[in-house]
Nanobody
């Protein structure tokens, strides 16, 4: 599956952004989808994940209540709505896909076999 992330940009602290991840090449609904981020000098970290059907989601503690992950299987697209952004949210955001036969939202980077190219999110204070 090929993944294309978009929607990043520069936003002031407290603002909002919506990231999108368009998938192609395989049956999108067979894949658990996730968002990860990597700030300069730091390891890539889990942000949010959503199960194949969208019925199950998981979030990193740092974004709970501020970010919302969703997917539209008819459009082969996943989204990350980010609100109340903080300077520490600044990073390159990557979307990822994991072939799955379960209804679990996977949270470990090693479980994802397909990655998009990343989109930069910059938050000014």
């Amino acid at each position: 599956v090929q993944l294309q992330a978009s929607g990043g940009g520069l936003v002031q602290a407290g603002g909002s952004l919506r990231l999108s991840c368009a998938a192609s090449g395989r049956t999108f609904s067979n894949y658990c989808m996730g968002w990860f981020r990597q700030a300069p000098g730091k390891e890539r970290e889990f942000v949010a994940a959503i199960s194949r059907s969208g019925g199950s989601t998981s979030y990193a503690d740092s974004v709970k209540g501020r970010f919302t992950i969703s997917r539209d299987n008819a459009k082969n697209t996943m989204y990350l709505q980010m609100s109340s952004l903080k300077p520490e949210d600044a990073a390159v955001y990557y979307c990822a896909a994991a072939y799955s036969v379960s209804s679990v939202a996977l949270t470990h980077r090693s479980e994802y076999g397909y990655w998009g190219q990343g989109t930069q999110v910059t938050v000014s204070s």
